[in-house]
């Protein structure tokens, strides 16, 4: 009888839910989001260069005779605040909705955004130090909230996918503003306008957010039955079940940091975020010191890797989705398949870079923008990872794992001062490559052999040896709600 009911209710969701649903309707707004977000995180080390230089930058706007000590603590305080709030953010998220979190990161980072070339012109460099250490602060809920989100929206089937149009926005925001920002800085708008127009346009957002998101389906007026059941039918039945949304369970930190398979997603993200580091920081550097060439210089080419690599990710989505749909492949074989094409052919071309001759130019240029573009396929891999151990603690994971993955941001720029004491000095160069393709490769192999997307015991709480709190908002159930 059940397994009747089950299959009515399957035949229903088939008709009546829509291709384009609520739910991609709320990644759509995700992910212009993430857009205007990234768009403010990068929009300072482009106009930091117009800050300190008026040449080829409107001249009618204020100069700064900084360091370079002083501007690498410009560009580095966002990411002291960053690290901060990744992991209270998690927990916020889940206690108070994604949608509010991810409201307030977008919100008060876009006031802050509009205040910085004032901050710059009263305080010099400390104030704007400050603000960027709190606009770091607030950008860092933005990950947990998005994975709070996406464990309470996406169907278990078009998990990676959804995650991966979200997380596109990031690599447009990217493209957007390291190809505008040259001509806005020498436009009558001046540098100024770098801050202006993303700040201005993420209030504008904050207040679409507001109005239109929602941390669940259960919160969202414009869903309709069909979805919300088609939605909870699958949460339900791959484990994040209603106990887990009826309350509030204590994080349950032992059993997090003992879980085998979390841990290796962590080792997995610290060595992609290393290799993202190094090449983000110390490409450009090797470039123009081994090979003659600043790819610097030119604002649209700077911009290709994160172009291609958005291309990549919107012509992969329809791809993965349908593998995971179809049951072609499992879960955890297609997490690890995608996985290892983002970070074993970036560990390849990494240290094939170290290998080149000084007049193999051409050829660096094109290792550098395979290894940013294939690293994008990391989206079907760990990135979704924390979303299927733990629907009901996902964003936890990723603050915990974003924390440990931005100390690598730290560490990885170290590291290269330390051993590259001549920035022409190829054989200096090659350890830093070959260091860097060891930690990808690395990762993934121990994410290979215990990596799963299997939800775990503790997601409900019950290996938390603490008793569990009523929520002040009891969740009914999706299906004795809306009856398909």
């Known amino acids: 009888m059940g397994a009747k009911?089950?299959?009515?209710?399957?035949?229903?969701?088939?008709?009546?839910?829509?291709?384009?649903?609520?739910?991609?309707?709320q990644?759509?707004?995700?992910?212009?989001?993430?857009?205007?977000?990234?768009?403010?995180?990068?929009?300072?080390?482009?106009a930091i260069v117009a800050m300190m230089d008026r040449k080829g930058a409107n001249p009618d706007f204020p100069e700064y005779k900084w360091s370079e000590q002083t501007k690498s603590h410009i560009l580095s305080s966002f990411f002291c605040g960053y690290v901060f709030a990744q992991?209270?953010?998690?927990?916020?998220?889940?206690r108070f909705g994604g949608h509010l979190i991810l409201l307030m990161s977008a919100s008060l980072s876009s006031m802050l955004a509009l205040l910085t070339p004032l901050s710059a012109d009263v305080g010099d460099w400390p104030l704007l130090c400050a603000l960027r250490f709190f606009q770091g602060l607030f950008q860092g809920a933005t990950s947990p909230a998005l994975a709070t989100l996406m464990?309470?929206?996406?169907?278990?089937?078009?998990?990676?996918?959804?995650?991966?149009?979200?997380?596109?926005?990031?690599?447009?925001?990217?493209?957007?503003?390291?190809?505008?920002?040259?001509?806005?800085s020498s436009s009558s708008w001046g540098w100024p306008s770098t801050f202006y127009i993303p700040g201005g346009l993420g209030l504008l957002w904050s207040v679409i957010w507001f109005l239109f998101g929602a941390s669940t389906p259960n919160d969202c007026k414009y869903l309709s039955p069909a979805e919300r059941t088609l939605i909870s039918i699958s949460l339900d039945t791959n484990g994040n079940s209603e106990k887990c949304n009826t309350v509030v369970h204590l994080i349950p930190?032992?059993?997090?940091?003992?879980s085998r398979p979390f841990l290796v997603l962590v080792l997995s993200q610290c060595a992609s975020s290393w290799c993202f580091w190094t090449l983000l920081t110390q490409i450009p550097s090797y470039i123009k010191s081994v090979l003659g060439k600043d790819i610097q210089s030119n604002a649209y080419f700077s911009a290709l890797p994160y172009l291609m690599m958005l291309l990549l990710s919107l012509t992969l989505c329809p791809i993965a989705s349908y593998l995971e749909k179809s049951k072609r492949l499992k879960a955890t074989v297609s997490r690890k398949i995608f996985n290892t094409i983002g970070q074993w052919?970036?560990?390849?071309?990494?240290?094939?870079?170290?290998?080149?001759?000084?007049?193999?130019?051409?050829?660096?240029?094109?290792?550098?923008?395979?290894?940013?573009?294939?690293?994008?396929?990391?989206?079907?891999?760990?990135?979704?990872?924390h979303l299927d151990l733990s629907p009901h603690f996902a964003g936890t994971l990723m603050g915990i794992a974003n924390s440990a993955a931005y100390v690598m941001s730290f560490i990885a720029p170290l590291l290269v001062g330390y051993i590259v004491t001549d920035t022409t000095n190829l054989h200096q160069w090659r350890i830093i490559f070959s260091i860097s393709g060891a930690f990808s490769f690395f990762g993934n192999l121990f994410f290979l052999f215990f990596g799963t997307a299997k939800v775990q015991p503790w997601n409900d709480g019950s290996q938390n040896n603490n008793k569990v709190k009523p929520h002040n908002k009891i969740v009914k159930s999706s299906n004795s709600q809306n009856s398909v």
């Open 87 to 94: 992991i209270p953010a998690g927990a916020w998220s889940r």
């Open 5 to 25: 009911r089950q299959s009515s209710i399957d035949i229903n969701i088939n008709l009546k839910s829509p291709i384009f649903g609520v739910r991609h309707m």
């Open 345 to 385: 052919v970036p560990a390849v071309t990494l240290v094939y870079l170290g290998f080149l001759r000084t007049d193999e130019g051409d050829l660096a240029i094109v290792l550098l923008t395979l290894t940013v573009t294939i690293s994008t396929v990391t989206h079907f891999g760990f990135q979704v990872n």
């Open 253 to 258: 930190w032992k059993a997090i940091l003992a």
């Open 151 to 184: 464990a309470k929206w996406a169907p278990i089937e078009e998990r990676s996918a959804m995650l991966t149009y979200c997380s596109s926005g990031l690599e447009l925001g990217i493209v957007i503003m390291l190809a505008t920002s040259g001509m806005l």
């Open 27 to 46: 990644c759509f707004l995700i992910f212009c989001g993430l857009c205007l977000i990234y768009a403010m995180r990068v929009n300072i080390s482009v």
